[in-house]
């Protein structure tokens, strides 16, 4: 998307491959394919990187997006939970994670009177309670996330391997409920089986909604996949705050892959790319001219689509993005209706907003019916509490804080008429459902830019597929996919229909996310590992 983004330093634009052969060449300078980048050098292979965009990063960059503010925010991109430490280790990344001291916050209204669920560690027992007037709840919420904690102690260790058959992963996981809850019935069943409180089992379901537009009991299952990822991620489904920002993750690849060898080219597009299944060539639009670069390999950096198109393959069906995103700075957290509740506490985690079960269930129908929804769910976090490091010392001394909100069941189809007016509407309805838990309304404590415009942007499915090329503005390039091997995957999941040409980007089977798993896998791939 456009602005500035994090200053990883980079090859000049100008100046043409030092090569006409390589190794590797890699398409899209995203988070995977800077992974990729420094395993293969790392490896002793030569390796160049071409990014379309000005700089590296893809959907993982900090950038300065409000003019005169010293403030960087992860602009796409915010939390990681997927990245593997291996990767780290492996290419001696300095990059590093922090714990958030709250998981979220849900307010409420009982009995007319603002309430809420926080979910922090000794305190979610007594959260549960006071919401819900009993034990029956928060006991299972334990049982229901220790057999999700099971579940991710097993399958997160296999996504850096080959893909598990599907018989190999259930045996794996050795848990015949857990095993039907996730992998077999809508994970509607489970919710509704397991929890009798609709704002608690809104709070559950989110997790397979994020990027994913699907119904609690959508019988593709979509929804479960989705689950799956939000909820195994280091093992424990715990979700981090990068330290720097994301920029810091993408910049630190950067390094570690010219570190190792590896040759990185911006503002180099490549156009097409032509193969026999021994070698290939790749057409690449650079700031000089068209010219033709040669290699045994090419590992593609982004979407299935994208992939076609270079090949001159049919495309594969269109995807669909469903989310909105919005970045504020402020000069103060708001103040809650919930006095039980301090907002460092409440922001620190994940905010939920409009996220009851029937709210969700509300929202999905109304968007199916082409109408943006009455009550748009979300969920919000403040980076700055955690990590005050992305703000400027001024910024920082003054209490400014960030925040960062996603939102869910707003499809595509819903912008195409007009995407500026359905934006601002739906900012304005999402931000309406945010200030109903509120003292204040927040665009109150909105910082203001140097030109005195509020610090507050947002970007729907169609901005993200013009700035990122994101197909439809989906997250995640296409639906999410079960972690093991089903038809036509291949042995890591990167293969593609054609020999030495490799799919590195989110698309890839156990893609989505920053992980940095797609960039790991094809690489291993391309290593015949």
Same mark, same amino acid.
């Given at each position: 998307?456009?602005?500035?983004?994090?200053?990883?330093?980079?090859?000049?634009?100008?100046?043409?491959?030092?090569?006409?052969?390589?190794?590797?060449?890699?398409?899209?300078?995203?988070?995977?394919?800077?992974?990729?980048?420094?395993?293969?050098?790392?490896?002793?292979?030569?390796?160049?990187?071409?990014?379309?965009?000005?700089?590296?990063?893809?959907?993982?960059?900090?950038?300065?997006?409000?003019?005169?503010?010293?403030?960087?925010?992860?602009?796409?991109?915010?939390?990681?939970?997927?990245?593997?430490?291996?990767?780290?280790?492996?290419?001696?990344?300095?990059?590093?994670?922090?714990?958030?001291?709250?998981?979220?916050?849900?307010?409420?209204?009982?009995?007319?009177?603002?309430?809420?669920?926080?979910?922090?560690?000794?305190?979610?027992?007594?959260?549960?309670?006071?919401? =819900?007037? $009993?034990? +029956?709840?928060?006991?299972?919420?334990?049982?229901?996330? @220790?057999?999700?904690?099971?579940? &991710?102690? #097993? %399958?997160?260790?296999?996504?850096?391997?080959?893909?598990?058959?599907?018989?190999?992963?259930?045996?794996?996981?050795?848990?015949?409920?857990?095993?039907?809850?996730?992998?077999?019935?809508?994970?509607?069943?489970?919710?509704?089986?397991?929890?009798?409180?609709?704002?608690?089992?809104?709070?559950?379901?989110?997790?397979?909604?994020?990027?994913?537009?699907?119904?609690?009991?959508?019988?593709?299952?979509?929804?479960?996949?989705?689950?799956?990822?939000?909820?195994?991620?280091?093992?424990?489904?715990?979700?981090?705050?990068?330290?720097?920002?994301?920029?810091?993750?993408?910049?630190?690849?950067?390094?570690?892959?010219?570190?190792?060898?590896?040759?990185?080219?911006?503002?180099?597009?490549?156009?097409?790319?032509? =193969?026999? $299944?021994? +070698?290939?060539?790749?057409?690449?639009?650079?700031?000089? @001219?068209?010219?033709?670069?040669? &290699?045994? #390999? %090419?590992?593609?950096?982004?979407?299935?689509?994208?992939?076609?198109?270079?090949?001159?393959?049919?495309?594969?069906?269109?995807?669909?993005?469903?989310?909105?995103?919005?970045?504020?700075?402020?000069?103060?957290?708001?103040?809650?209706?919930?006095?039980?509740?301090?907002?460092?506490?409440?922001?620190?985690?994940?905010?939920?907003?409009?996220?009851?079960?029937?709210?969700?269930?509300?929202?999905?129908?109304?968007?199916?019916?082409?109408?943006?929804?009455?009550?748009?769910?979300?969920?919000?976090?403040?980076?700055?509490?955690?990590?005050?490091?992305?703000?400027?010392?001024?910024?920082?001394?003054?209490?400014?804080?960030?925040?960062?909100?996603?939102?869910?069941?707003?499809?595509?189809?819903?912008?195409?008429?007009?995407?500026?007016?359905?934006?601002?509407?739906?900012?304005?309805?999402?931000?309406?459902?945010?200030?109903?838990?509120?003292?204040?309304?927040?665009?109150?404590?909105?910082?203001?830019?140097?030109?005195?415009?509020?610090?507050?942007?947002?970007?729907?499915?169609?901005?993200?597929?013009?700035?990122?090329?994101?197909?439809?503005?989906?997250?995640?390039?296409?639906?999410?996919?079960?972690?093991?091997?089903?038809?036509?995957?291949?042995?890591?999941?990167?293969?593609?229909?054609?020999?030495?040409?490799?799919?590195?980007?989110?698309?890839?089977?156990?893609?989505?996310?920053?992980?940095?798993?797609?960039?790991?896998?094809?690489?291993?791939?391309?290593?015949?590992?």
């Amino acid at each position: 998307m456009p602005a500035p983004r994090s200053a990883s330093p980079q090859v000049p634009a100008g100046r043409s491959p030092a090569h006409d052969r390589y190794d590797a060449v890699i398409v899209g300078g995203g988070h995977n394919g800077l992974v990729a980048a420094a395993y293969l050098a790392r490896a002793g292979q030569s390796v160049l990187v071409l990014e379309r965009l000005g700089t590296t990063g893809g959907a993982a960059v900090s950038t300065r997006p409000f003019a005169g503010v010293d403030a960087r925010l992860s602009r796409y991109s915010y939390l990681v939970s997927l990245l593997p430490g291996k990767i780290v280790r492996d290419l001696g990344l300095d990059f590093a994670v922090r714990k958030r001291n709250f998981s979220s916050y849900t307010p409420a209204v009982r009995d007319g009177r603002p309430t809420g669920l926080l979910v922090a560690g000794e305190g979610t027992r007594e959260s549960f309670a006071a919401l =819900t007037g $009993g034990e +029956r709840e928060y006991a299972a919420w334990q049982r229901f996330y @220790g057999m999700t904690r099971h579940v &991710a102690e #097993r %399958v997160f260790p296999t996504l850096t391997e080959p893909l598990p058959a599907r018989d190999a992963l259930r045996r794996r996981i050795d848990d015949a409920e857990a095993w039907r809850t996730l992998f077999e019935e809508p994970i509607g069943v489970a919710v509704e089986e397991n929890f009798t409180d609709d704002l608690v089992r809104g709070v559950v379901l989110t997790d397979a909604l994020i990027g994913t537009f699907a119904d609690a009991h959508d019988p593709s299952l979509v929804q479960n996949r989705c689950f799956l990822y939000h909820v195994i991620g280091g093992g424990s489904g715990d979700w981090d705050v990068p330290v720097g920002g994301m920029g810091a993750l993408t910049d630190a690849l950067a390094g570690a892959a010219r570190a190792a060898g590896a040759e990185i080219r911006v503002r180099h597009e490549a156009t097409r790319i032509e =193969t026999d $299944g021994a +070698r290939a060539e790749v057409t690449v639009s650079t700031p000089d @001219g068209e010219r033709t670069v040669a &290699a045994r #390999r %090419v590992l593609v950096n982004a979407s299935p689509q994208a992939l076609a198109a270079l090949l001159g393959d049919t495309p594969p069906p269109p995807a669909e993005g469903a989310q909105l995103k919005v970045n504020m700075l402020l000069t103060r957290l708001p103040r809650l209706r919930d006095r039980a509740v301090d907002p460092r506490q409440a922001f620190a985690g994940t905010f939920h907003i409009a996220e009851g079960y029937g709210q969700l269930a509300d929202a999905y129908r109304q968007a199916s019916a082409g109408r943006l929804p009455a009550a748009p769910p979300s969920e919000i976090y403040c980076h700055s509490l955690t990590d005050p490091s992305i703000l400027g010392p001024e910024l920082a001394a003054r209490g400014y804080q960030t925040l960062t909100l996603f939102g869910l069941h707003t499809p595509a189809r819903l912008f195409a008429a007009d995407n500026d007016t359905a934006r601002s509407a739906l900012l304005r309805a999402t931000l309406a459902e945010l200030d109903a838990h509120l003292e204040e309304p927040v665009t109150d404590c909105l910082a203001l830019d140097e030109n005195g415009e509020p610090c507050i942007e947002a970007r729907t499915p169609l901005d993200l597929e013009r700035d990122l090329r994101l197909p439809g503005g989906h997250i995640f390039h296409r639906d999410l996919s079960f972690p093991y091997a089903a038809e036509g995957t291949g042995r890591w999941g990167v293969e593609t229909a054609h020999a030495g040409v490799l799919l590195c980007g989110a698309g890839a089977v156990r893609g989505g996310g920053v992980s940095g798993v797609p960039g790991h896998n094809a690489a291993m791939a391309a290593l015949g590992r």
